[in-house]
């Protein structure tokens, strides 16, 4: 199992720089040859991150597609729509083609959904029993939850498919569709970015504590697995680089 390479940083500026830089040396590895870059997005302050450092990026992102690792089961322009956020952030700013998002089937069920991201995931992951991403960026919850995974949930056990739908999430809205734990763990690379006081002491719990946390059940085994910090969410940590 991948051990955390923790990195933690002074301010907002700094972790971004660090988090384009690793994207784009990581995307650089996975093109060669002439293969494309799967990178799994998450919501939340990623969005954000990635709206402002990309925009700095040389490489050639039209070798990139982008996939979610979780995604909220209502219309793109629904503020809750991860899909919607990077579109109004992301697209509205950089040279990419909205094609290059997978996005989720739209007025059906979270069942509905995650069957048809699956089979949309297997168009890209032909012949594979499980999805192999370059890279899944992924927050995490201050209880600790990562994607749509949270504490105590049945879908922690979930190993029987791709995508999972869960229509009673403790954070609404309650209709979503994730990626499981052995698709999250085929990962080459597994991205944290966590930022905020907040969730200093889940932090804690997750990278030095005995934890059955979501986030903790990260853990790449043939991948590795990355934790990019801000101070605050540092604050707690026994070992601070």
């Known amino acids: 199992m991948a051990t955390p390479i923790i990195s933690i ?27 494309l870059f799967k990178i799994g997005l998450s919501g939340g302050s990623i969005v954000n991150f990635l709206s402002k ?17 979780d995604e909220r089961i209502v219309p793109v322009e629904d503020p809750d729509s991860t899909f919607g956020l990077y579109k109004k952030t992301l697209l509205a700013k950089i040279s990419l083609q909205e094609s290059q998002f997978i996005k989720i089937k739209e007025n ?47 879908l922690l056990t979930k190993n029987d498919s791709w995508v999972a739908p869960i229509t ?31 969730k200093a002491s889940v932090v804690k719990e997750v990278l030095e504590d005995s934890s059955k946390l979501p986030a903790s059940m990260v853990r790449p085994s043939n991948g590795k697995v990355y934790w990019l910090l801000d101070k605050a969410a540092a604050s707690l940590l026994e070992n601070q680089k």
């Open 9 to 35: 940083h002074e301010s907002e500026n700094e972790l971004i720089v660090q988090l384009i830089n690793l994207i784009e040396e990581l995307s650089l590895l996975s093109c060669k040859d002439g293969h």
């Open 53 to 69: 450092g990309l925009t700095n990026i040389n490489t050639d992102l039209s070798k990139w597609i982008f996939f979610f690792c």
């Open 108 to 154: 059906v069920s979270a069942e509905v959904a995650a069957a048809d991201y699956e089979s949309k995931l297997k168009e890209h992951f032909p012949q594979s029993d499980w999805p192999r991403f370059d890279v899944l960026l992924l927050g995490m919850g201050p209880d600790g939850h990562t994607a749509s995974l949270f504490p105590n949930h049945p």
């Open 168 to 198: 009673d999430s403790p954070k609404p809205p309650s209709s979503r569709i994730t990626l499981t734990f052995p698709v999250i763990n085929n990962a080459n690379n597994c991205i944290f970015v966590v930022t905020g006081a907040e």
